[in-house]
């Protein structure tokens, strides 16, 4: 049974850093590009970030770059969101993900395989 676990979610101010962290089990890490999401309430869920299955290619959406940093430690089966200069249109949940593709990553959150529960991130201003 494939599990991610996220954490590092919280409140934190506006202009405050964050690191989230999704723990990996149950399926051979990596060979599996990984990546997060994010669902503010009322809105739909987006891509945020996405790390190729070695780790050789990065993709950031337009929001977060220069901001967000992904990284990932094969040998620990993690995946990092490095979140920085917090923002409130940042608040949201933040859901890992996990899917045999890199490109389903590009394609959207209908071609992910695995979901996480998610982490929650508020900033305050």
């Known amino acids: 049974q494939v599990q991610l676990v996220e954490s590092g979610g919280g409140l934190v101010q506006t202009g405050g850093s964050l690191r989230l962290a999704c723990a990996a089990s149950g399926l051979t890490f990596n060979v599996h590009s990984m990546g997060w999401f994010r669902q503010a309430p009322g809105k739909e869920r987006e891509f945020v970030a996405a790390v190729s299955n070695r780790g050789d290619m990065t993709r950031l959406a337009d929001s977060v770059k220069g901001r967000f940093t992904i990284s990932r430690d094969n040998t620990k089966n993690t995946v990092y969101l490095q979140t920085n200069s917090l923002k409130a249109e940042d608040t949201a949940v933040y859901y890992c993900?996990?899917?045999?593709?890199?490109?389903?990553?590009?394609?959207?959150?209908?071609?992910?395989?695995?979901w996480g529960k998610g982490t929650l991130v508020t900033v305050s201003s």
């Open positions: 993900a996990a899917s045999p593709l890199y490109r389903d990553f590009v394609k959207g959150s209908a071609f992910i395989k695995y």
